[in-house]
T-cell receptor, first 113, second 109 residues
Framework: NAGVTQTPKFRILKIGQSMTLQCTQD?????MYWYRQDPGMGLKLIYY???????DKGEVPNGYNVSRSTTEDFPLRLELAAPSQTSVYFC????????????FGDGTRLSIL | EDQVTQSPEALRLQEGESSSLNCSYT??????LFWYRQDPGKGPEFLFT???AGEEKEKERLKATLTKKESFLHITAPKPEDSATYLC??????????FGTGTRLQVFP
């Protein structure tokens, strides 16, 4: 199993550009998450999904959008990139149940210049 | 408000020098406390889940313990390959994971 796969690994955007960060998992997990990780800060939840067709905001959703049309895929969309969105973005997934840990991809490193 | 505080921020150990990392938390209705390891340029890798005070889990040189207010990650006789950032997170009634900022561990020969 590949687990959680994120693409691209690195990207540089200009202010105002748009892009989609891709996340796919092959573990048949219903729950999926998007986090951002900034230096010296804990992982912050952007959006999450408990199943196909269902998404909800996390702690820092402004400037982002998500969709969940399939169990496997959970893309994150940046519509108008801003320097404050420079960060490392992680996607995670898990099975239902309180005892289930989240499994993470290796991240997308995004710079907005 | 659910909160997680990890200490120390950074820790340097000589190979074989045992120590402990601390994770203090406040949460409404603890549903689980999770430890992760994160290597540079990688995503967090799951280590342990703890649910109730008094619980302990072990894996190789690592042992995690839990009380009602904090968790410890004990590292016994560490090796250089144990160098990483260790993250603690809690899941409460909101069903979301709240992460600490991590402890950056360096083990040198």
């Amino acid at each position: 199993n590949a687990g959680v796969t994120q693409t691209p690994k690195f990207r540089i955007l200009k202010i105002g550009q748009s892009m989609t960060l891709q996340c796919t998992q092959d573990m048949n997990h219903n729950y999926m998450y998007w986090y951002r990780q900034d230096p010296g800060m804990g992982l912050k939840l952007i959006y999450y999904s408990v199943g196909a067709g269902i998404t909800d905001k996390g702690e820092v959703p402004n400037g982002y959008n998500v969709s969940r049309s399939t169990t496997e895929d959970f893309p994150l969309r940046l519509e108008l990139a801003a320097p404050s969105q420079t960060s490392v973005y992680f996607c995670a997934s898990r099975l239902a149940g309180n005892d289930q840990p989240q499994h993470f991809g290796d991240g997308t490193r995004l710079s907005i210049l | 408000e659910d909160q997680v505080t990890q200490s120390p921020e950074a820790l340097r150990l000589q190979e074989g020098e045992s120590s402990s990392l601390n994770c203090s938390y406040t949460v409404s209705g603890l549903r689980g406390l999770f430890w992760y390891r994160q290597d540079p340029g990688k995503g967090p890798e799951f280590l342990f889940t703890l649910y109730s005070a008094g619980e302990e889990k072990e894996k190789e040189r690592l042992k995690a313990t839990l009380t009602k207010k904090e968790s410890f990650l004990h590292i016994t006789a560490p090796k250089p390959e144990d160098s990483a950032t260790y993250l603690c997170a809690v899941r409460g009634n909101t069903d979301k994971l709240i992460f600490g900022t991590g402890t950056r561990l360096q083990v040198f020969p």
